[in-house]
């Protein structure tokens, strides 16, 4: 009867033992060693369980390989034959202000900012018939000359800047209009643009003219990254003679105006699509794309010249168009 109580005894001191820490027991040090290892083993399996997951999603980016650098050499090249390209396509290229004179076209690129061509050669005859030189327009009444450039829009400042700078030609240049670009930015609302424009078609001195047409053109040839007109100038340059500057500045705004717009170009009608790295950015089929063309690369289109050259008038003839002034465009 007594054996019953002494079993039940001998249990709970084993179970208390088990619970309490093992340091007393002679064969537990390797106890304590292995339950800690056991327990750190479900942590490492944790611990690669992210890993997995996040490989997948790092694989998108890798799929599209980077693009191979261009050359310098390359540039250069593909440059040129653009604007060989260009050449052939455009064999009639010419500025489009309408002029006879320096003081002419110094007068109507001014009055171009912001408007047309074809708004400015719409304009100019009656200016010029009223105030034909500089010392005429700088005795101008300011609100007779503020009425004659109305149409060209920024009338007010237009007016300003025609009748400071034929004060300045007056007093300062003997009523001659200079053929120095040093001297020419020096005249109210003249700067390297209009200059370059003056530069190049009145005196046959090389220049680079970066308007908008242009210089949106530089950047999508890859020729420049750049929005700052001097760091266009100064890159694009650098990939041409010097004897192209003028010329090349004509295709470019050419072919800005005509087919490689600011917000639908023709990339399907584009004559030097397999040179442009931005082919794709318009209108792909060809069908569609000719319906974006503009001037005379439309039916029955023509240029923004009110007088145009002899070039462009056998050009209109070869291709059986009449030579009348186009429609207010880009």
Same mark, same amino acid.
């Given at each position: !009867?007594?054996?019953?109580?002494?079993?039940?005894?001998?249990?709970?001191?084993?179970?208390?033992?088990?619970?309490?820490?093992?340091?007393?027991?002679?064969?537990?040090?390797?106890?304590?060693?292995?339950?800690?290892?056991?327990? #750190?083993?479900?942590? *490492?399996?944790?611990?690669?369980?992210?890993?997995? *997951?996040?490989?997948?999603?790092?694989?998108?980016?890798?799929?599209? @390989?980077?693009?191979?650098?261009?050359?310098?050499?390359?540039?250069?090249?593909?440059?040129?034959? =653009? /604007?060989?390209?260009?050449?052939?396509?455009?064999?009639?290229?010419?500025?489009?202000?309408?002029?006879?004179?320096?003081?002419?076209?110094?007068?109507?690129?001014?009055?171009?900012?912001?408007?047309?061509?074809?708004?400015?050669? !719409?304009?100019?005859?009656?200016?010029?018939?009223?105030?034909?030189?500089?010392?005429? !327009?700088?005795?101008?009444?300011?609100?007779?000359?503020?009425?004659?450039?109305?149409?060209?829009?920024?009338?007010?400042?237009?007016?300003?800047?025609?009748?400071?700078?034929?004060?300045?030609?007056?007093?300062?240049?003997?009523?001659?209009?200079?053929?120095?670009?040093?001297?020419?930015?020096?005249?109210?609302?003249? &700067?390297?643009?209009?200059? /370059?424009?003056?530069?190049? /078609?009145?005196?046959?001195?090389?220049?680079?003219?970066?308007?908008?047409?242009?210089?949106?053109?530089?950047?999508?040839?890859?020729?420049?990254?750049?929005?700052?007109?001097?760091? =266009?100038?100064?890159?694009?340059?650098?990939?041409? @003679?010097?004897?192209?500057?003028?010329?090349?500045?004509?295709?470019?705004?050419?072919?800005?105006?005509?087919?490689?717009?600011?917000?639908?170009?023709?990339? &399907?009608?584009? @004559? =030097? #699509?397999?040179?442009?790295?931005?082919?794709?950015?318009?209108?792909?089929?060809?069908?569609?794309?000719?319906?974006?063309?503009?001037?005379?690369?439309?039916?029955?289109?023509?240029?923004?010249?009110?007088?145009?050259?002899?070039?462009?008038?056998?050009?209109? *003839?070869?291709?059986?168009?009449?030579?009348?002034?186009?429609?207010?465009?880009?």
């Amino acid at each position: !009867m007594t054996a019953a109580p002494d079993s039940a005894v001998s249990e709970q001191p084993a179970r208390t033992a088990e619970a309490a820490p093992r340091k007393r027991a002679p064969g537990g040090k390797a106890a304590p060693a292995k339950a800690p290892a056991k327990k #750190a083993a479900p942590r *490492k399996a944790a611990a690669k369980r992210p890993a997995a *997951k996040q490989a997948p999603a790092a694989k998108g980016p890798a799929k599209k @390989p980077a693009a191979k650098a261009e050359s310098r050499t390359a540039l250069v090249r593909r440059a040129r034959r =653009i /604007n060989r390209e260009l050449a052939e396509f455009y064999p009639y290229v010419h500025p489009e202000l309408d002029f006879e004179n320096p003081f002419q076209l110094l007068v109507a690129t001014v009055l171009s900012a912001q408007t047309t061509d074809l708004r400015v050669n !719409m304009t100019t005859p009656a200016l010029f018939a009223r105030y034909p030189t500089p010392e005429e !327009m700088a005795a101008a009444d300011p609100q007779e000359l503020e009425e004659i450039v109305r149409p060209t829009g920024f009338f007010r400042a237009k007016a300003r800047s025609l009748l400071g700078l034929s004060a300045a030609l007056r007093d300062r240049f003997g009523g001659e209009v200079p053929g120095r670009l040093e001297d020419l930015v020096t005249l109210p609302g003249v &700067g390297r643009k209009t200059a /370059n424009v003056v530069l190049g /078609n009145a005196f046959g001195v090389p220049g680079i003219t970066v308007d908008t047409h242009f210089g949106r053109l530089a950047r999508r040839f890859g020729w420049t990254t750049s929005e700052d007109p001097e760091k =266009i100038e100064e890159e694009v340059g650098s990939l041409f @003679p010097k004897s192209e500057w003028t010329m090349l500045s004509h295709r470019l705004i050419f072919h800005g105006r005509r087919v490689c717009h600011s917000r639908k170009p023709a990339c &399907g009608a584009c @004559p =030097i #699509a397999p040179l442009c790295p931005s082919y794709g950015e318009g209108e792909t089929d060809p069908d569609k794309a000719r319906k974006l063309l503009k001037y005379e690369l439309q039916p029955g289109g023509t240029g923004q010249r009110l007088k145009p050259p002899p070039s462009f008038v056998e050009h209109q *003839k070869a291709v059986h168009q009449p030579v009348v002034p186009a429609g207010e465009g880009e």
